[in-house]
């Protein structure tokens, strides 16, 4: 259990008058949560780290949709050419082992160059994390 979640229960009692009002439903108490001395500065820590990541997204949202923008046309045309495929492939299936055939090389010289960055972000992401954590 992290040290955020560990919170003190206070009970607080209504009167019959009070939660006739409010619903129709009987409550005979209310639980508040309010978090432990200990945890006050942990949420406050948590609270300044979600303003800054909130600075920081506002302030890269721009070039985030940027990138959509110049993105859609290649995903538009790959959508186009999935599609057709698709369609060829279910009509003529030899068509199907053909070019699975013809594009294995270019797949795996895909993988081969790709391979090496995903394994040195996967490991910045998690040494990161590590480090973080402690």
Do not use: D, Q
Request: proline share 5%; charged share 20%.
């Amino acid at each position: 259990m992290s040290a955020l979640r560990k919170n003190e229960i206070f009970e607080t009692h209504r009167s019959e008058t009070e939660s006739s009002k409010k619903s129709w439903e009987p409550t005979l108490y209310t639980i508040v949560r309010r978090p432990r001395a200990e945890n006050v500065e942990t949420l406050e820590a948590k609270s300044a780290a979600s303003t800054v990541k909130n600075i920081a997204l506002f302030l890269a949202s721009p070039i985030i949709g940027l990138a959509y923008v110049v993105a859609m046309p290649f995903v538009a045309a790959g959508m186009l050419a999935y599609f057709a495929g698709k369609a060829v492939f279910k009509k003529f299936p030899m068509v199907k082992y053909a070019t699975m055939m013809l594009a294995a090389p270019f797949v795996g010289l895909a993988f081969v160059l790709v391979a090496p960055i995903v394994g040195l972000g996967a490991l910045g992401y998690m040494g990161t994390k590590a480090i973080i954590k402690n």
